[in-house]
């Protein structure tokens, strides 16, 4: 898919008084709105509901309660996460680096824009949960943080 078109469909949305654009061609249907973020995904015909079995549920429990101590910084946004502000600049923080509030710990690119993912709470990183380059989502765990 080639985003040049929609990019420049945001542009001058962006540029305009208008404050909702709907474009529709074939199955393909795009919504901007100004002042919001909407994600629109084609949902699949086939769509069955997921069986979990309890006992994975009960497995997993344990590895939540010692995780319950942690303070999870998650991803505001979908993009590409890099630890680093360059390929060849160290990254922002490694594991066991103490952080302080408003400090830079990765970034999240979207759409060509880099957006600084920075630590609400003064604390040790004990993990970082995401590689270099991984495409991740909204809400999804990227560090988890000792408070100090």
Request: hydrophobic share 35%.
């Amino acid at each position: 898919m080639d985003l040049e078109p929609i990019l420049a469909l945001i542009k001058a949305l962006d540029s305009s008084s208008l404050h909702r654009l709907k474009l529709t061609s074939g199955d393909f249907t795009l919504e901007l709105e100004k002042g919001q973020t909407y994600i629109v995904e084609e949902v699949p015909k086939d769509t069955r509901p997921l069986e979990v079995s309890r006992q994975k549920e009960e497995a997993q429990a344990p590895k939540e309660e010692q995780k319950s101590n942690y303070h999870v910084i998650t991803s505001p946004l979908v993009g590409t996460f890099y630890r680093a502000p360059s390929p060849d600049a160290p990254p922002f923080v490694e594991v066991g680096d103490i952080v302080s509030p408003g400090q830079t710990l990765c970034i999240i690119e979207a759409l060509k824009v880099m957006n600084e993912i920075e630590s609400d709470v003064r604390g040790r990183i004990e993990n970082i949960l995401v590689e270099n380059g991984e495409v991740v989502e909204y809400g999804q765990p990227l560090f988890e943080i000792s408070p100090l």
